[in-house]
C-alpha cells in the first residue's frame, strides 16, 4: 500500500506488549501524537 504526503494512514489495530489490542484512531482522537515508522524488509 502506497500513502502520498500527508494522506491519513488507513486504521489498524495492534497489541500492546500486555496484549491489549489499540488501534489507531483510538489514538488519534484521544489528542495524542503518532508518528508511524514503516521500515521495508530488503532481504
Known amino acids: 500500500m502506497k500513502l502520498k504526503n500527508r494522506e491519513p494512514a488507513p486504521d489498524f489495530t495492534l497489541q500492546t506488549?500486555?496484549?491489549?489490542?489499540?488501534r489507531l484512531s483510538d489514538v488519534v482522537n484521544s489528542g495524542q501524537h503518532v508518528l508511524l515508522v514503516f521500515l521495508r524488509h530488503l532481504g
Open 17 to 22: 506488549v500486555e496484549g491489549i489490542p489499540i
